[in-house]
């Protein structure tokens, strides 16, 4: 019971939020749009559950006039699986929402025109949570699944280019399909603003994700995955190479041959806390 509290302490509500319900009830439309809120609030509610299961830092809940956001004070460095669970508790949530939906409308429950309505925003938030887009669930499982192959700098970059191009094929159908619904226009205009903020802030995200590998908590990975250097290497360069869900052991190469072999909290120790931000992998290897 206390820790459902401390996750109810964390729920903002948007002040826009607080304009729809105002509409809503001028409008006569006050209970679909507690039912919509609702449905997001639990969506939300599993994300934030997971993350507490697992021993996130979870920052606050807020829910927006079109969606919700469960802030995470967590950067890259948690198991791909954990992460997979926490982004995934979201859109498992519909389906047990959707199936107790069912069951009080066979028997008689809830009257049909209401589990009608129900079934339409599950699935409309559930579909859209999906889409593979930056910062929704489905763009998230994107960086996730590319993260399992690349660096981290290249799964985020290629998570955003493919956002981009998702969102722009989705704008032409609307374009062509329902031109003139604001509502889905204002959500492709906040998505764009969202994937163009991840791309200003894109090595700055990268920065945290390594100050949180050498400062931070710790996984301890299992998997160990060496990244082959090269003597002239510079050491930013080597540190772009870094995955999430994994340890690097660095192997220094010259002229084909094995030069020595590097821990990556020594390069992350040497760039951080030495500020050797233009050194090389070889004076890295005859410093250790």
Not at 158 to 163: E, G, K, Q, W, Y
């Amino acid at each position: 019971m206390n820790k459902l509290i401390s996750l109810l302490r964390l729920v903002h509500i948007h002040p826009l939020l607080w304009l729809i319900i105002a509409l809503s009830i001028a409008t006569a439309h006050f209970r679909e749009v507690c039912l919509l809120i609702g449905i997001i609030f639990i969506h939300e509610m599993g994300h934030a559950a997971a993350a507490f299961f697992f021993s996130w830092r979870i920052k606050k809940i807020t829910l927006l006039p079109f969606g919700g956001v469960a802030e995470m004070d967590e950067h890259g460095n948690r198991p791909l699986k954990e992460e997979a669970i926490v982004v995934l508790a979201g859109p498992v949530q519909h389906l047990w929402m959707i199936a107790a939906a069912y069951g009080l409308f066979t028997f008689n429950v809830l009257p049909e025109e209401w589990y009608q309505l129900f079934l339409h925003y599950n699935m409309m938030v559930l579909i859209f949570n999906l889409f593979p887009v930056w910062p929704l669930d489905g763009g998230k499982m994107v960086f996730l699944l590319l993260s399992l192959k690349h660096s981290f700098t290249k799964a985020h970059q290629i998570t955003l280019l493919f956002s981009l191009v998702s969102l722009a094929v989705f704008s032409i159908l609307i374009l062509v399909a329902a031109p003139a619904h604001i509502n889905v226009w204002v959500v492709i205009g906040y998505l764009l603003f969202s994937i163009y903020y991840e791309w200003k802030q894109r090595r700055f995200i990268f920065m945290r994700f390594l100050l949180e590998r050498y400062y931070g908590n710790k996984s301890n990975p299992d998997d160990l995955v060496p990244i082959q250097a090269k003597e002239e290497d510079l050491l930013i360069h080597v540190l772009e190479k870094f995955q999430r869900g994994c340890k690097h052991p660095i192997v220094v190469e010259a002229e084909g041959e094995k030069k020595g072999t590097l821990d990556e909290n020594e390069l992350l120790h040497a760039y951080f806390t030495e500020k050797r931000l233009t050194d090389k992998i070889s004076d890295l290897l005859f410093l250790y």
